[in-house]
């Protein structure tokens, strides 16, 4: 059984630039999460999707990043423009009706410039 | 949802247990333990998980204590793979899972 996929693992991109990372659940899971690691830190969820409803998005910074998740199974974040204090790691997390084991991918790891 | 103390770090030779403890001091009755693994420059990985019982799976076992206020994640036979950092969560009602800092892990030969 594949795991959640994400893509690209790494970015490098100047700061005022636009950037996405694209995430693929684990199939048959409705529930997705985004979330933000900083270096030394532990993640800290960004955005809840159960379905194609984004259920607790109270941590996503507004102003720049946005989120979708259209067909209620691969999702996508945004930033933009992106600031030099994005840089992290991206990491999306599915699990089945927000049960109890989430699943992460590898993450991807954005250096903003 | 509760907070939780770990250490920073710890060491354990290899073929050893390693015990990880975790304090919660402030946890309530229907919020359950949650430990998390993650080796470095992958996602983290699920663990284990308990609400007042101890706990056994092929991974490790999750010990916690009567009053519920700390727990200890066991790896009874440690390996050099069992390097990472440990995260100890409370998981509340809200279903969120709140990582602190986590614990350091180095298994050395």
């Known amino acids: 059984e594949a795991g959640v996929v994400q893509s690209p693992r790494y970015k490098i991109i100047e700061k005022k630039q636009p950037v996405a990372f694209w995430c693929n659940p684990i199939s048959g899971h409705n529930t997705l999460y985004w979330y933000l690691q900083n270096l030394g830190q532990g993640p800290e969820l960004l955005i809840r999707y159960e379905n194609e409803e984004a259920v607790d998005d109270s941590q996503l910074p507004k102003d720049r990043f946005s989120a979708e998740r259209l067909k209620g199974v691969d999702s996508t974040l945004k930033i933009q423009p992106a600031e030099l204090g994005d840089s992290a790691v991206y990491l999306c997390a599915s699990s089945l009706d927000g049960g109890l084991e989430q699943f992460f991918g590898p993450g991807t790891r954005l250096t903003v410039l | 949802d509760a907070k939780t103390t770990q250490p920073t770090s710890m060491d354990c030779a290899e073929g050893r247990a390693a015990n990880l403890p975790c304090n919660h001091s402030?946890?309530?009755?229907?919020?359950?333990v949650y430990w998390y693994r993650q080796i470095h420059s992958q996602g983290p990985q699920y663990i284990i998980h308990g609400l007042k019982n101890n706990e056994t799976n092929e991974m490790a076992s999750l010990i916690i204590t009567e009053d519920r206020k700390s727990s200890t994640l066991i790896l009874p036979h440690a390996t050099l793979r069992d390097t990472a950092v440990y995260y100890c969560?409370?998981?509340?009602?809200?279903?969120?899972?709140?990582f602190g800092a986590g614990t350091i892990l180095r298994v050395k030969s």
């Open positions: 969560i409370v998981r509340g009602v809200s279903g969120k899972l709140v």
């Open positions: 402030t946890i309530s009755g229907n919020e359950y």
